[in-house]
């Protein structure tokens, strides 16, 4: 079944290091998405990417960054300039515009949990 | 740009009772709404959206939710619910002719007891 895979699904940090969230979908979907989500704070967005080779800056960009030289991939790293980085972060994707039912809507990942110790 | 309120951070309720889950957003323009589940520590799964047509949405497990254009609304409801809907529920907008993005509400917890 086509689906997105985040990988690790727990992943600790140590202070000063960065590190590197997997996200891989094989729905075919052109664009790719990284969220934020702390307790009481609903999701907020990092990166997004509608095409390979180019992503915007979401509403809190500060501290990530990201890559997407393939379809399928879209690799988010958090950077030592993230300073409070212990959040539960979600990948999603969306197909085209022109496929309409895949297009409004999110499919999510499982998520990655991400803790400073 | 747009906006989403859900007024209720957390719902108790008791199984077989009704449930709504209220949201309500703001825009200029036309939106397009949705309303998403997140059972614990999983990803978020699409639970029904509006785009057009028919106010009225249903999804597949019995939810439903009814856009209300004059009151600004997207409230989520069920006639009877079962343990297994105690999850997290997002509320979401986007605006039409835009770059789709959607702002989410900050959650609702709803909490089914026996």
């Known amino acids: 079944d086509g689906g997105i895979t985040q990988s690790p699904k727990y992943l600790f940090r140590k202070e000063g290091q960065n590190v590197t969230l997997s996200c891989e979908q094989n729905l075919n979907h052109d664009a790719m998405y990284w969220y934020r989500q702390d307790p009481g704070q609903g999701l907020r967005l990092i990166y997004y990417s509608q095409i390979v080779n180019d992503f915007q800056k979401g509403d809190i960009a500060e501290g990530y960054s990201v890559s997407r030289e393939k379809k399928e991939s879209f690799p988010l790293t958090v950077t030592s300039a993230q300073k409070n980085p212990t959040a539960f972060y979600l990948c999603?994707?969306?197909?085209?515009?022109?496929?309409?039912?895949?297009?409004?809507?999110?499919?999510f990942g499982s998520g990655t949990r991400l803790t400073v110790v | 740009a747009q906006s989403v309120t859900q007024l209720d951070s957390q719902v108790p309720v008791f199984e077989e009772a009704p449930v709504e889950l209220r949201c309500n957003y703001s825009?200029?323009?036309?939106?397009?709404l949705f309303w998403y589940v997140q059972y614990p520590n999983q990803g978020l799964q699409l639970l029904l959206k509006y785009l057009s047509g028919s106010t009225l949405v249903e999804s597949i497990n019995g939810f439903e939710a009814e856009f209300n254009k004059s009151q600004t609304s997207f409230h989520l409801r069920k006639p009877s619910v079962h343990i297994s809907d105690t999850a997290e529920y997002f509320c979401a907008v986007s605006e039409t002719g835009g770059s789709y993005i959607p702002t989410f509400g900050r959650g609702t917890s709803l909490i089914v007891h026996p």
């Open positions: 999603a994707s969306t197909g085209s515009r022109s496929k309409t039912s895949s297009y409004y809507g999110y499919t």
């Open positions: 825009s200029s323009v036309s939106v397009y």
